[in-house]
């Protein structure tokens, strides 16, 4: 029985019109006026400067909430997938047992501490007002007083660069599953990020095969390696 396991980033969602990270056009690369995009997706900024962070993540992740699954979330939809993306577009395509290491879009959680077991609820996004925008977030996300409350307000359930990897974000499950593969092929990742470092050193340690489709992949210290110098939608296309 085949057991690959799919771990996926940006260049999945190109397809959908969705902006990759580190791009020219990449999420990353735009800012705020006063902060660059690393000091604006953190948890410190989320607590200080709740105005600030929320406008910015609702300009450049909430947008983009009705773009839909293209062909790559179609073809992976019965397989078993990590996606770094917080799109959702796999769940839109009908996987139903995807892992989104990183969070979702759609969804957000009481602002709790790290590592506490909270729940998921959907964001009422449709409900913003961007013609009173801060105002309309403030309400959405319960922030009173100008800064988020422990399990009173809100907080959008996506893993910030200064939070780290919690059962929240399914990460136990996420480590057996790269265990028990018998290949992981990475589509569409810089290799950039802690889970595609965990998943390499776990293939590494267990001499699990790995493929990289990316149209400029990262070369990896790996002896097993297989390079597919294309897109993620070339890919599909070409294997069928």
Known sequence: MDNTLYITGAGVSAASGIPTFRGEDGYWRIGSKNYTPMEMATRHMYQNQPDQFL?????????????GPNEVHHWLADKN???????????????????????RLDQMTVFHEQGDVVQTITTPWDDVNEEALVASLFNIFAIEKGAPQLYRSYKPYVLLFDEYYTDLYRITEAQKRMLSADKMIFIGTSFSVNITQMALQIARSMSIPIEVVDPEPTHLLHDNV??????ALEYVQRIG
């Open 55 to 67: 406008a910015w993540y609702y300009q450049r992740f909430a947008t983009y909430r009705d773009h």
């Open 81 to 103: 997938v990590i996606t770094q993306n917080i799109d959702g577009l796999d769940g839109k395509a009908g996987n139903r047992d995807y892992i989104a290491i990183h969070g």
């Open 226 to 231: 297989t390079y597919h110098k294309m897109t």
